[in-house]
């Protein structure tokens, strides 16, 4: 149920500082699955065994060479330079940082499964991720079977996009990062 704004109620966006307060009281959980996207709280579906299975298998895999990066599934990330985002893409892979207690603002790769999200993880994030300078935004688009990748953020937009299929092999941008086999990733769903 939406509730409508009133003439005499200020509404504010949110701010990563907000969101991150909230889970501190307790007004938000740790688990709760919502992400910050321009300021507003948005609802994230459901994790599905699909969707499990793919986010599992990448951790594995990006964790057998994963010394010079941390693998990050399911926590937010800061965008550069906006406050009004908090997305919690479903793996990042992110350098080692020395301080340990702040969010990574200066992902390597992000990746986002999408069995039903497709709309927010191409218009949506994609943008914000081109925006702040990630390198490298995958969408591992399940239904299709398929793994959009986009590299060489320009001005908000992604100038390069390839869309790998059955039988072909990603080789990730991150230095020593094992190639990723499209056949091996999708296996992962049995």
Excluded: C
């Amino acid at each position: 149920m939406a509730v409508l704004p009133r003439d005499d109620v200020e509404i504010r966006p949110l701010t990563r500082s907000d969101v991150l307060r909230m889970v501190e009281t307790g007004i938000l959980a740790e688990d709760d699955r919502v992400e910050l996207l321009d300021g507003f709280l948005v609802q994230m579906s459901p994790i599905s065994a699909e969707h499990a299975n793919i986010v599992n298998w990448l951790n594995e895999h990006f964790v057998r060479r994963g010394s010079a990066w941390v693998v990050s599934i399911q926590n937010g990330i800061a965008i550069a330079g906006d406050e009004r985002q908090l997305p919690q893409p479903d793996v990042a892979l992110l350098p080692r940082e020395r301080d340990v207690t702040k969010l990574s603002d200066r992902p390597l790769l992000i990746v986002e499964v999408a069995v039903t999200s497709h709309r927010v993880d191409r218009q949506d994030k994609a943008p914000k991720y081109a925006l702040t300078g990630v390198p490298e935004y995958w969408v591992v688009d399940v239904p299709g079977g398929t793994v959009e990748v986009r590299r060489e953020p320009l001005a908000g937009d992604y100038t390069v996009l390839r869309v790998f299929g059955g039988g072909e092999t990603i080789e990730p941008l991150a230095p020593v990062t094992l190639p990723v086999e499209v056949d091996a990733l999708f296996a992962a769903l049995g």
